[in-house]
């Protein structure tokens, strides 16, 4: 890995190991995907900021995530060490179906996986990222401690206790309770659940006084845009310098973890973004703005206008179809924007409001007529299915709203070019903290004729392509986004088995339908409950309420 990648990157940090505390970073995916990750960049910018630590990157091998039993060990990109030469093994995890790769990746590199079995000489694990900050518990059999919430605002607390501790000499079982006291800290060892007769958990039990784990969170006027700091073109965005626009999101879509564990939403200064854009300018001509909101952002069009000034190109992530004007898509397309993309989410307007997505069709079909006038070659549009409460007949609403947008975008690109529709279908998965936590999602057989349906609808709709995630990995998800430390045993089953599910599933006694396709009742404690994640619980559960009022209301008005 490091001869050939190491030649291709600009920017790379190198340092001296001697001396120093030695973190190895891993993204438990491909090169291909971390790289494009900014919150991967943030990571490895924060701690190389520190004289006493050294930190280095690795990535998934190729051949582990095509299935190969005879994968190569991963080594650091930087320097090509092992992973067990490395005081720390931190992984950023900003997605539930890699947690199989955090196992395999240790197993690979001769760490034990299990923390209660590693000897002292074994390397401390570490994990963060947006997904573990939500819900850990199916990864804490395997890490010694977790950063909830902002990891680089934690980076500089946490690295100078492992530094000090590494000085002094500190086992494990003295320098657990140090990382423990850093807020944002959670080390699984000084928590033990409990279970019921019923399966749900009955109890929390913690050690000392402690009491939840509080999430982390960078104060906005310490907030400084992460951007790309090791530039490549082997991944998806490699043409690119990304720099983030906003933290968090201020919209509260029911299902979304932006709008409730990054609060508050934190919108970065126009100042800051534009000199970490002119950072970036003598490697890369065009930024990348990255952010759940940046439609939102109130300084985009100076912000849009500053990066032009500078002779860059920009493109911007998916926008908020109200937050749209026609100066914002000229500037975007005078930028070099090719796409736009928008989230309508839901084909029924009614399902959109339920969501917090008040979007009308009339919005919608003027946002694609907009499109069309301002000159871009394509609209992609981003839809859920199986969402609670939905029907078929909703889902068949997603082919005729696209089918209306699609007859506006002609209209309007008269005598043009065609303006290409992309649907993107996935599979509504309820996440922690949010307020469908309590949801149920459709098993992969109901999801599977939810995608069946939509294609259908728009097969041999000219200027429309649709594409959909596997349902079966989207259950996946669903069981690791609400499973509790039982789970553990099914991802070492789904790292030992190369990702077979079926054999995964008979090897162990887990029962995946138990966390994805069941109601949890208000009372019930929840395996995360003891991370907060800074909203209060009863808020999200009248979010909740409100959103089986409202689904309920609306089908009692149809019949």
């Not at 605002?153 to 206790?161: P, Q, R, V």
């Not at 402690?210 to 700091?229: G, M, S, Y």
């Not at 969402?387 to 909703?394: A, F, H, K, T, V």
């Not at 986004?481 to 995964?504: H, I, K, P, Y």
Request: with cysteine.
């Amino acid at each position: 890995m490091k001869a050939r990648r190491a030649t291709s990157e600009i920017a790379a940090i190198h340092k001296d190991p001697g001396g120093k505390l030695n973190v190895l970073l891993v993204f438990p995916n491909s090169y291909f995907v971390g790289m494009s990750n900014l919150g991967f960049h943030a990571i490895y910018a924060a701690l190389n900021s520190l004289d006493y630590v050294r930190c280095e990157r690795s990535f998934m091998p190729d051949e582990s995530l095509r299935g190969s039993a005879k994968a190569q060990m991963p080594l650091s990109v930087e320097s090509g060490d092992m992973a067990s030469r490395f005081d720390v093994i931190a992984f950023a995890m900003p997605f539930e179906n890699d947690y199989p790769n955090l196992v395999r990746f240790l197993m690979l590199s001769g760490i034990t996986p299990d923390r209660d079995r590693r000897s002292h000489g074994e390397p401390l694990v570490v994990a963060g990222g947006c997904a573990v900050s939500a819900n850990p518990e199916p990864l804490a059999a395997f890490v010694d401690a977790f950063v909830v919430g902002d990891g680089e605002h934690a980076a500089g607390e946490f690295a100078e206790t492992l530094f000090i501790a590494k000085q002094e000499r500190l086992n494990q079982s003295d320098l657990l309770p140090r990382l423990a006291e850093i807020e944002g800290v959670y080390v699984p060892e000084l928590f033990e659940p409990e279970y019921g007769p019923d399966g749900t958990v009955s109890a929390i039990h913690v050690q000392g006084d402690r009491e939840k784990v509080k999430r982390r969170v960078t104060p906005r006027e310490e907030l400084v845009p992460a951007r790309t700091i090791v530039f490549t073109q082997d991944t998806e965005f490699g043409h690119l310098g990304l720099v983030e626009a906003v933290r968090g999101c201020p919209r509260a879509c029911k299902f979304c973890m932006a709008s409730f564990c990054s609060r508050p939403a934190r919108f970065l200064s126009a100042g800051s973004i534009l000199r970490a854009a002119r950072s970036t300018k003598k490697h890369r001509q065009a930024i990348g703005l990255l952010g759940s909101a940046v439609a939102d952002h109130p300084d985009l069009l100076a912000i849009l206008r500053g990066l032009l000034s500078m002779d860059m190109g920009v493109t911007v992530s998916s926008l908020r179809a109200d937050s749209i004007s026609p100066q914002m898509l000229d500037l975007l397309r005078r930028g070099g924007q090719q796409t736009i993309t928008i989230a309508p989410e839901a084909g029924q307007e009614r399902l959109r409001l339920a969501l917090g997505k008040p979007n009308s069709d009339e919005l919608l079909i003027d946002v694609a007529a907009q499109v069309a006038s301002a000159g871009f070659s394509a609209l992609k549009l981003y839809f859920m299915v199986g969402l609670p409460g939905e029907s078929l007949d909703d889902v068949e609403e997603i082919v005729s709203l696209v089918k209306r947008m699609k007859h506006g975008l002609r209209k309007r690109s008269s005598g043009k070019r065609d303006v290409l529709i992309n649907v993107s279908l996935s599979s509504f998965v309820p996440k922690a903290h949010t307020p469908l936590q309590w949801a149920p999602m459709l098993g992969p057989t109901e999801l599977s004729r939810c995608i069946r349906a939509a294609k259908t609808g728009l097969s041999g709709t000219r200027g429309v392509s649709v594409h959909a995630d596997l349902p079966k990995w989207a259950f996946i998800q669903g069981v690791l986004s609400r499973g509790d430390r039982r789970c553990s045993r099914l991802v070492s089953a789904l790292a030992e088995t190369n990702f077979d599910w079926q054999a995964s599933r008979k090897s162990v006694d887990v029962n995946p339908e138990f966390y994805a396709l069941r109601t949890r009742s208000r009372d019930e404690i929840l395996p995360w409950a003891h991370i907060s994640s800074g909203v209060p619980v009863g808020e999200l559960w009248r979010s909740f309420e409100s959103y089986r009022a409202q689904m309920k209301r609306q089908t009692v008005g149809e019949e």
